[in-house]
């Protein structure tokens, strides 16, 4: 089953002159991740972010508790 949807999503990606395994956005995700591991475990200061991440960040620790 899963080989049949890896093979539908290979031939839509031929189809429409995609790679459909390039997956630049998932790397991306992993690079800002990995920089913002540190402060959600408490480790580091969420100063150096913009608002809405720090606030996010807080709100995550409080529900921790």
């Known amino acids: 089953l899963v080989a049949m949807y ?3 999503i290979f031939v839509q990606g031929i189809i429409w002159n995609v790679n459909s395994y390039d997956q630049w956005g998932v790397e991306l995700g992993k690079q800002l991740a990995k920089e913002l591991l540190p402060m959600v475990e ?3 200061d969420t ?3 913009d608002a809405s991440t720090a606030g996010l960040i807080k709100r ?3 529900l921790r508790g």
Do not use: A, D, I, P
């Open 6 to 8: 890896e093979h539908k």
């Open 42 to 44: 408490g480790k580091e």
């Open 47 to 49: 100063g150096t972010r």
């Open 60 to 62: 995550l620790h409080g």
